[in-house]
């Protein structure tokens, strides 16, 4: 049962590592006079996008047209800072739960862990709430995030008039971080259901196992 523990609990952990990449991440609808965009988005096409040397998105990882230094921006600066610490923290427990299935038997430790993954996605939906807010109601536009001071004196006025007419109608999290989630529950779910239903003999001799080997530890240090 031990090894059956260990086996589940490792794959699960590990499976959050391609939902997040591959599964479709966020889904955006744009609304204007005369179309409306809707789309949804992974990291692994995100990553295609901005790596492209060809497209206008790459110039923001660059730096180029002054955008992270943009006036509204900065509001959505410390919403998305926290977003992506708490996915990375995600990831991050993702990985010690691996390691920790892979090479122990300690089941409650990597319940913990499976639970404080669950914690670290509910963090990931707060701060992209947080961080989707004003630009859902209009408090900033999405024109008013485009810097226009690299661009021609006739493109700076299309964008400024564009931004009468264009709103963003949806932005939300979708499959991936769903997906993230139910596997840290299932984790924590699964950890939990064996340390619940565990033989009481079982219990027994890993105490008297761990007993031994805090007796054998003692012994080295005092012969030391």
């Known amino acids: 049962m031990k090894i059956l523990f260990r086996v589940v609990a490792a794959l699960l952990a590990l499976c959050v590592f391609p939902a997040a990449y591959f599964l479709s991440f966020l889904k955006f609808a744009i609304s204007a006079v005369v179309m409306n965009i809707a789309d949804d988005v992974s990291i692994h096409s995100a990553v295609k996008f901005f790596a492209d040397p060809d497209s206008p998105a790459g110039a923001l990882l660059r730096d180029t047209g002054g955008f992270w230094k943009n006036e509204w921006i900065e509001p959505l600066k410390p919403a998305g800072i926290s977003f992506l610490v708490f996915f990375a923290l995600a990831l991050v427990l993702a990985l010690v739960i ?3 299935a892979a090479f122990s038997n300690k089941r409650l430790v990597v319940t913990c862990l499976g639970a404080a993954g669950v914690l670290a996605m509910i963090g990931v939906y707060i701060s992209f709430g947080r961080f989707a807010a004003p630009l859902l109601d209009g408090t900033i536009t999405l024109t008013s995030i485009i810097s226009t001071e690299e661009l021609s004196f006739l493109l700076s006025i299309t964008v400024s008039l564009l931004g009468s007419v264009v709103e963003l109608k949806m932005f939300q999290l979708t499959s991936a971080t769903l997906v993230m ?9 699964w950890g939990l259901a064996f340390i619940l239903t565990q033989d009481e003999n079982e219990r027994k001799k890993e105490r008297e196992l761990r007993t031994a080997k805090k007796k054998k530890k003692a012994a080295k240090k005092a012969h030391a």
């Open 98 to 100: 691996f390691f920790f």
């Open 181 to 189: 989630s139910l596997i840290f529950a299932g984790i924590a779910i």
